[in-house]
């Protein structure tokens, strides 16, 4: 099972909310990452988690709050976002997160609109 | 200047066309090297790593040039379901949990 499913698939959000998408993977990975992706351009990264330890920010602002509550869950918390915060969300899990090569499987990822 | 660079296209082809696309990097400490695939509104799914001795899976073909800082992905036998966004990526030897995407190159097969 190559899995990883994302929670919700699409969100609306006004600036004041406070929402978080969810990612889980039944694996056995060790590493969890959040993307970025706005339309018609690349995935950028965001936060890693290995071994449920954040282990890379990419100078994200503090708005979007990363948790690993254990190895199979990972969540964004999101709070007083701004319209430029909209994009698809995307969840991804690879085995250790150490060893150069490692295959990054994607969710689905969570398509986000922020009014 | 892009870390990660590909023209963006699209690449109109025929169905049992042959088409290549290029990518090159920017940073020298570039160690690992991959082609995504991204279908419209779905997410990335890796297609295949890429070595510097060239791999090929079925009509899919990548080559490594390290010393021009090159990579390539041919497709032989184009068919419709090839369609896609290719995103061509590399990761760092100090910083390999990072995926650095380039901007992709759209491929559209028609009938």
């Known amino acids: 099972d190559t899995e990883v499913t994302q929670t919700p698939k699409h969100l609306v959000m006004g600036m004041t909310n406070k929402k978080s998408l969810k990612c889980e993977q039944h694996?056995?990975?060790?590493?969890m990452y959040w993307y970025k992706q706005k339309a018609k351009k690349p995935p950028e990264l965001m936060f890693v988690?290995?071994?449920?330890?954040?282990?890379i920010n990419e100078s994200v602002p503090s708005r979007f709050s990363p948790e690993c509550p254990n190895s199979s869950l990972l969540n964004l918390h999101l709070h007083a976002l701004q319209p430029e915060d909209s994009a698809l969300y995307l969840c991804?899990?690879?085995?250790?997160?150490?060893?150069?090569?490692?295959?990054?499987?994607f969710g689905p990822g969570t398509r986000l609109l922020v009014l | 200047r892009k870390e990660v660079e590909q023209d963006p296209g699209p690449f109109n082809v025929p169905e049992g066309a042959t088409v290549a696309f290029n990518c090159t990097y920017s940073?020298?400490?570039?160690?690992?090297f991959f082609w995504y695939r991204q279908d419209c509104r779905k997410e990335p799914k890796l297609l295949m790593s890429?070595?510097?001795s060239g791999n090929e899976d079925g009509r899919f073909t990548a080559q490594l040039n390290r010393a021009s800082q090159y990579i390539s992905l041919l497709i032989r036998d184009s068919k419709l379901s090839d369609s896609a966004t290719y995103l061509c990526?590399?990761?760092?030897?100090?910083?390999?949990?990072?995926?650095?995407f380039g901007t992709g190159t759209r491929l559209q097969v028609f009938p």
């Open positions: 991804a899990s690879s085995l250790q997160g150490t060893d150069w090569g490692e295959t990054q499987y």
């Open positions: 694996m056995g990975h060790r590493a």
């Open positions: 988690y290995s071994y449920e330890k954040l282990s």
């Open positions: 940073n020298s400490a570039s160690q690992s």
């Open positions: 890429v070595y510097s």
């Open positions: 990526v590399v990761t760092v030897s100090y910083n390999t949990d990072k995926l650095i």
